[in-house]
C-alpha cells in the first residue's frame, strides 16, 4: 500500500469552510453547477493544450463529463476527461482557499480561443461541496504524473495518497450529508438543476449515461453565425427552464448583442410574440424574463435588476464575466457593474425599437399594439430625463395629418411644425370622430396645425405628465385656446352686440353656469359653431379624473 500524508487546510479549519460555503452561496444545489464548472475547465484546459500541441497528440478521450447518481448509496459522482491534477497542484488549489488554478491558466494563455470557455476566476467553487458532503473522495490523474487519491471525511485535514489509477481525469464521490442534501442523489433533481445552471456549459454532459445539454450557448456567437431556427430552439430552451407560461410562443424582436468595452458582455433579449398583457406581467412582477450568466453559468434567474421594470416584457440571457463573485443577493441592487450592465442594455433595447420603428413601420405597429402600455408606464416612471425622452419618442398617435390607423412619432410630428408653431397639440376625444368635429380643432384646421388626436386616456396621461417633447411645450388645443386664443376673445366683443346673441349666452351661463361650465366664448363668424362653452378650468387633467369618477359612480 502506498503512503498516505496528512494535510491540514490552509486557511483554517473546517468550520471556515463551511462559512465560506455557506456566505457565498445562498443555495446549497449550486455545488452541482460548481464542480460541473470545475470539469468543464478541466476539460477545456485540455483541449487548450492539445491543439497547442503538434497535430496527432491528441487523444481519442473523449471530451465530456459523467454525473452518476446514486440514490442508495446517498452519493453523486462527477467525472471528466479533463487535464487532472498532480499533487502540487491538489495541496495548491483544492487545499487553498480562493487560489483559482483556471484564472492563472487563462491568463497564461490569453490569446487561446478555448481558454475563453474556461468558467472558473474565484478559486471558491469547489468548496460548494463542503455545504452538501460529510464525506468527498476525489481521485485524480495527470498525463505524466501518477494518479492521486484526495479524501477529507468531515474534519479539518485531508489526505493525499497515491494510487494506481492510469485514465487522465477526475473523478469526484460526494457522499451527501443525510436530511436535506440526500435529494441531490435523486436523477430527477439533478437533471433540473443541471438544465437550470449548467445546460450551456461547453462540453457535453452525461447524467447516469444520458446526454443532458443539447445547445449552444448561443449568445456568445457571432451574430450572424445564429441561425432563425436556432432563436427558436433557444427561445423554446429557456421558456422551458424560466418561463413556462411562454413554451408555445416564439420571439418577434431578437435584440443580440455583445461588447467587451467598457464591460465584458454577450447579450440576448427576446420580445416574445404573443401579446402579453401589462396585468399578465404584474402578476409575476417579482419575474423578470432575464437570467444572469457568467461565462455560459447561470448566476441568477429572474434578474429583475438588469433592466429597469417597465421592460419586463424582454426575455433572455446577459452573460458577463465582469460581475462580481457574491452577487447572489441584497449586493445585486447597488453593484456597480449590474448598474453599468442595466444603463447600457436599457439603451440597446430603446435604441433597437427606435430603429425597428424607421426600418419596418408595420410590424412595429404591430408590435406597438401588444407592448405599448409598458412604454407608457416607462415614460411615467422612467426617472433619468435622457431616457424618458427616448422611451418617448417609441410612442405613437393618430394625427389630423393622416387618415384614421395612420400613426405618427413625436418627432416625426415635430418635423412637421409649421413656423408659426410654437408647441406640440393634442386634442382628446373619445372617438376619432368627435375629435374631428371638435370646434377646437376647427381653428387648428384653419392654421394648419397638426393636432393628435388622443383616444386613449393612458395617452392623455401620457402626454399631460410629459410637458415638453424636443424642448417644445405639449399642450392641449383646449388650454391654448384659453391661454392663446386671443382672436376669439377679440371677437366677444363684437360678436357679444348681437342682442340675440347676447341673450343666449346669459342664458347659458345662467343655467348650465353653477353645474360645470367653465366658460362660455362665442367663437369666430367663419366658424361652424356658434359658441366654445368650456366645462372645467384645467381641461385635460380635471375632466380624465372627471371620467374616472363616472367610472366609480
Ligand atoms: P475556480 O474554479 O474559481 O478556479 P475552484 O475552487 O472551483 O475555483 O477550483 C479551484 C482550482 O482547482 C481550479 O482553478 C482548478 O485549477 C482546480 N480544479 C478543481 N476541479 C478540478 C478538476 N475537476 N480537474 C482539474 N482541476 C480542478
Ligand atoms: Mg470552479
Redesign the pocket.
Known amino acids: 500500500n502506498k503512503k498516505t500524508e496528512s494535510f491540514e487546510f490552509q486557511a483554517e479549519t473546517k468550520s471556515l469552510l463551511d462559512i465560506v460555503a455557506r456566505s457565498l452561496y445562498s443555495n446549497s444545489e449550486v455545488f452541482i453547477r460548481?464542480l460541473i464548472?470545475?470539469?468543464n475547465?478541466?476539460l477545456e484546459k485540455r483541449r487548450c493544450i492539445e491543439l497547442s500541441q503538434e497535430a496527432g497528440t491528441s487523444s481519442d478521450v473523449p471530451y465530456e463529463i459523467r454525473v452518476t447518481t446514486d440514490e442508495a448509496a446517498n452519493k453523486i459522482v462527477f467525472e471528466?476527461t479533463?487535464?487532472?491534477?498532480n499533487r502540487e497542484?491538489l495541496i495548491d488549489?483544492?487545499g487553498t482557499i480562493a487560489?483559482?488554478?483556471?484564472?492563472e491558466?487563462r491568463n497564461q494563455n490569453i490569446d487561446s480561443q478555448t481558454a475563453e470557455s474556461i468558467?472558473?476566476?474565484?478559486?471558491?467553487?469547489?468548496?460548494s461541496a463542503f455545504m452538501v458532503a460529510d464525506k468527498i473522495v476525489l481521485k485524480?490523474k495527470k498525463q505524466d504524473s501518477v494518479g492521486y487519491t484526495w479524501l477529507w471525511n468531515g474534519s479539518s485535514a485531508y489526505e493525499i495518497a497515491e494510487n494506481e489509477e492510469t485514465t487522465v481525469g477526475?473523478r469526484?464521490e460526494i457522499y451527501l450529508k443525510p436530511g436535506d442534501a440526500a435529494e441531490f442523489s435523486r436523477r430527477q433533481k439533478v437533471i433540473d438543476i443541471i438544465n437550470k445552471y449548467s445546460y450551456f456549459v461547453t462540453v457535453p454532459i452525461i447524467l447516469n449515461g444520458d446526454r443532458v445539454n443539447t445547445l449552444n450557448a448561443i449568445w456568445t456567437m457571432n451574430t450572424n453565425e445564429v441561425t432563425q431556427e436556432m432563436h427558436e430552439t433557444f427561445f423554446k430552451q429557456l421558456a422551458k427552464t424560466h418561463h413556462p407560461t411562454l413554451v408555445d410562443d416564439r420571439p418577434q424582436y431578437i435584440i443580440h448583442y455583445k461588447a467587451d468595452a467598457p464591460i465584458h458582455l454577450r447579450s440576448l433579449l427576446y420580445i416574445p410574440a404573443h401579446k402579453v398583457s401589462q396585468l399578465e406581467f404584474t402578476a409575476e412582477a417579482a419575474d423578470s424574463g432575464i437570467s444572469l450568466y457568467a461565462r455560459r453559468v447561470l448566476i441568477k434567474a429572474h434578474a429583475k435588476e438588469l433592466l429597469p421594470r417597465y421592460l419586463r416584457f424582454l426575455v433572455g440571457v446577459v452573460d458577463s464575466e465582469d460581475i462580481p463573485l457574491n452577487l447572489s443577493r441584497e449586493m445585486l441592487q447597488n453593484d456597480l457593474v449590474i448598474i453599468k450592465l442595466r444603463r447600457i442594455l436599457t439603451d440597446k433595447v430603446i435604441s433597437y425599437l427606435l430603429n425597428q420603428m424607421k426600418k419596418d413601420r408595420i410590424k412595429y405597429l404591430e408590435f406597438y399594439q401588444g407592448y405599448s402600455a409598458f412604454f407608457k408606464e416607462g415614460v411615467l416612471l422612467e426617472q433619468d430625463q435622457t431616457i424618458k425622452e427616448e422611451i418617448s419618442k417609441m410612442l405613437l398617435f393618430e394625427s389630423s395629418n393622416f387618415k384614421p390607423g395612420v400613426y405618427t412619432s413625436l418627432s416625426e410630428y415635430v418635423e412637421r411644425m409649421q413656423k408659426d408653431q410654437k408647441n406640440i397639440y393634442y386634442l382628446f376625444a373619445p372617438s376619432r370622430n368627435l375629435a374631428e368635429t371638435s370646434p377646437y380643432f376647427e381653428l387648428f384646421k384653419k392654421k394648419n396645425w397638426e393636432v393628435l388626436f388622443i383616444t386613449d386616456p393612458a395617452d392623455e396621461m401620457v402626454l399631460l405628465f410629459m410637458l415638453q417633447f424636443q424642448l417644445k411645450n405639449i399642450e392641449s388645443v383646449e388650454n391654448w385656446l384659453k391661454n392663446e386664443g386671443v382672436e376669439t376673445v377679440e371677437h366677444e366683443k363684437e360678436l357679444t352686440r348681437d342682442t340675440n346673441k347676447k341673450e343666449f349666452l346669459t342664458w347659458v351661463k345662467s343655467n348650465l353656469g353653477s353645474v360645470k361650465v367653465n366658460d362660455i366664448k362665442p367663437s369666430s363668424q367663419a366658424s361652424d359653431h356658434p359658441f366654445i362653452i368650456t366645462v372645467a378650468a384645467e381641461p385635460g387633467v380635471a375632466r380624465h379624473l372627471m371620467r374616472l369618477g363616472q367610472i366609480k359612480d
Open positions: 460548481e464548472s470545475n470539469a475547465d478541466a471528466d479533463g487535464i487532472g491534477m497542484e488549489l483544492l487560489k483559482s488554478g483556471s484564472k491558466f468558467i472558473g476566476q474565484f478559486g471558491v467553487g469547489f468548496y485524480t477526475t469526484i
